[in-house]
């Protein structure tokens, strides 16, 4: 069964730091690009990070780069995201998904996966 389950989210305040995990099963995680997500309350979904498995190439929108970073340890069919400097407008429920490709290309797009996790609440306020 594939399945993916997102953990680490929470409740920290402005300036704070998380790590989000995103476990995959039932699948190599490492033969798919990965992205996460994220949803607040009345906002559509938003991709915020990519990472791909041909090279390991990174991607981040504009209001997260510097901050955030993505990365993968497929021993452990594992994908991270760490969260530094944390600010209100960041809280969200946050989504790990795999796309059935090795390129992140076009990764903001949420119809381009395959397979999502059921998300991590983060909530950043003081």
């Known amino acids: 069964q594939v399945q993916l389950v997102e953990s680490g989210g929470g409740l920290v305040q402005p300036g704070g730091s998380l790590r989000l995990s995103c476990a995959a099963s039932g699948f190599t995680l490492g033969y798919y690009a990965i992205g996460w997500f994220r949803q607040a309350p009345g906002k559509e979904r938003e991709g915020v990070s990519c990472i791909s498995s041909s090279d390991g190439s990174t991607y981040y929108t504009d209001s997260v780069k510097g901050r955030f970073t993505i990365s993968r340890d497929n021993a452990k069919n594992t994908v991270y995201l760490q969260l530094n400097s944390l600010k209100p407008e960041d809280t969200a429920i946050y989504y790990c998904?795999?796309?059935?490709?090795?390129?992140?290309?076009?990764?903001?797009?949420?119809?381009?996966?395959?397979?999502w996790g059921q998300g991590t609440q983060v909530t950043v306020s003081s």
């Open positions: 998904a795999a796309r059935k490709s090795r390129y992140c290309s076009g990764y903001r797009s949420p119809l381009d996966y395959d397979y």
